[in-house]
């Protein structure tokens, strides 16, 4: 399979721990994006990395998330201090760079369950 | 501000008729538009896409209608199958790397 695979699926976590969530992207796709999803709504942005360079962050990323990818491959997304509200479905995206408007293909997602 | 929203939250459609699904967008700055469908417990999956320079785009048994001059699009989904029962997603990009989605429209597929 060499879509964008993410990982884990599901995690169930208690309010004020941290979570850890890993997205590898199509591996020729140098564009990669996160992105949070409620139920009932369309994927919100959060976060886009062109190689390793984090180049935008959305108001919805808190000090408590943070994003990396380090070797411009695969990326991860850190949630510290879990709270009810950040539960929701973490979506990654990747592209392929080119002319601006590139069509970005995404993962299965990690549900996250904050109790 | 930016806005992408759609004007029916559900469609309800009998197999083998064909369906159309409405978005309104309010940035006129957008140039690439962007159907997604999601199935239950997966990600969105790029279904067509249509840059402002057209105003029609057809694929496999779908097509794409863009109306800049009302700020409208739509998909149009020929012969609809049990399959097609998904939430689909317009999106719009005004250029680079961030992609607005809208709520999205779910259809159900009547056997």
């Known amino acids: 399979d060499t879509g964008v695979s993410q990982d884990p699926r599901h995690k169930i976590t208690k309010r004020g721990q941290n979570v850890t969530f890993r997205c590898d992207p199509i591996?020729?796709?140098?564009?990669l994006y996160w992105y949070r999803q409620t139920l009932g709504q369309g994927p919100e942005f959060l976060t886009y990395f062109q190689n390793e360079a984090q180049l935008e962050k959305s108001r919805l990323l808190s000090d408590r998330f943070s994003a990396e990818r380090p070797k411009g491959s695969f990326s991860t997304l850190e949630i510290q201090r879990t709270e009810q509200g950040d539960s929701a479905m973490y979506l990654c995206a990747s592209s392929a760079s080119g002319r601006a408007g590139d069509t970005q293909y995404f993962g299965p997602g990690t549900r996250l369950t904050v109790l | 501000g930016e806005s992408v929203g759609l004007h029916l939250p559900t469609l309800s459609v009998q197999e083998g008729d064909n369906s159309i699904i409405n978005c309104a967008y309010s940035?006129?700055?957008?140039?690439?538009f962007i159907w997604y469908k999601q199935e239950s417990g997966k990600g969105p999956q790029f279904i067509i896409d249509i840059r402002s320079n057209m105003d029609k785009r057809q694929g496999q048994r779908v097509t794409v209608l863009l109306n800049k001059t009302v700020k409208h699009l739509s998909l149009q989904i020929a012969a609809t199958q049990p399959g097609d029962s998904a939430v689909y997603f317009c999106a719009e990009n005004t250029g680079g790397f961030k992609t607005i989605f809208g709520a999205g429209t779910r259809l159900f597929v009547k056997a």
């Open positions: 591996s020729e796709h140098n564009r």
């Open positions: 940035n006129s700055a957008s140039d690439y």
